[in-house]
């Protein structure tokens, strides 16, 4: 079923981007890009992040990699963490 195949969630002609992520050789994937808010400092302090979610076999994410969507360039604030039983991954970004 759908644990096999998400490219039906990450349908670039839907509402997912095609990214690249600048390695050598570049790897091509498709993420969702969105904004989250995360708390800081026990609730007392509440930043909008832009966050990125992709198939978790599509690509690697690390902190401090960079990755083009569309015109911009994006550097990857954490390590991708799995999410949704570890078929999708998530992190947030910051523009480079």
């Given amino acids: ?3 096999e ?3 039906v969630f990450f349908d670039t002609a839907e ?3 095609a990214c690249t992520l600048q390695t050598v050789p570049p790897v091509p994937f498709s993420g ?3 904004e989250a808010d995360e708390e800081m400092l026990q609730g007392y302090v ?3 992040v832009r966050e990125i979610r992709w198939p978790t076999a599509a690509a690697t994410l690390l902190e401090g990699q960079l990755i083009t969507a569309g015109a911009a360039t994006w550097r990857v604030l954490r390590d991708g963490r799995k999410v949704n039983d570890g078929l ?4 947030y970004l910051v523009e480079a």
């Fill in 1 to 3: 079923m759908f644990t």
């Fill in 5 to 7: 195949d998400l490219s």
């Fill in 15 to 17: 509402f997912a981007t």
């Fill in 32 to 34: 969702i890009l969105s």
């Fill in 46 to 48: 509440t930043g909008t």
């Fill in 88 to 91: 999708e991954s998530q992190t």
